[in-house]
């Protein structure tokens, strides 16, 4: 498939569809002549990506552009173009909420109402705890 000219603006814009946060700007008090973005992944690892500055419609040679999408980026050139162009997001492999999941305010009153410990909660089905909880509401215990 045959891609738009990768550029700084595009670059910029594929960031903030994803929602990546300004660190740094050439403006910005550092000294730097870039623009900076850091991406949080729910692995824990942080992506930073540098955009030169000015962020305009220069284009980007193959090589800085195979660098930027592979090392900095972290995506696929279609999943970029799907960002950029459609505002489809690139799947960043984030965890899918379990049906079964405690609600917060649940694990919350079990651990500093009834004083379980974090582990046993953890361990804990939905009605395992909605039981708990229960039993010491009407036993006290």
């Known amino acids: 498939m045959t891609w738009p000219q990768p550029t700084r603006e595009r ?19 550092t000294g730097t002549h870039h623009v900076t973005y850091e991406l949080g992944l ?3 690892r942080i992506l930073r990506t540098r ?13 800085i552009w195979g660098h930027i999408i592979r090392d900095q980026l972290e995506v696929a050139e279609g999943e970029f173009w799907a960002c950029v162009l459609d505002g489809e997001l690139p799947d960043r492999g984030s965890p899918e909420p379990s049906s079964e ?13 009834v004083g379980l410990a974090e582990n046993l909660v953890a361990k804990m089905d939905k009605n395992e ?6 039993r010491y509401w009407t036993d006290g215990e």
């Not at 670059?11 to 008090?29: I, L, M, T, Y």
């Not at 305009?56 to 193959?62: I, K, M, Q, S």
Request: proline share 4%; charged share 30%; net charge positive.
């Open 11 to 29: 670059h910029d814009q594929f960031c903030r569809v994803e929602d990546w946060e300004r660190v740094r700007d050439a403006r910005g008090r």
């Open 42 to 44: 729910f692995d824990g």
């Open 51 to 63: 955009i030169s500055h000015p962020v305009n419609r220069t284009a980007y040679g193959g090589g």
């Open 101 to 113: 999941a405690l609600p917060a305010d649940l694990v919350h009153l079990l651990i500093n109402r």
């Open 129 to 134: 705890a909605v039981v708990r909880l229960q």
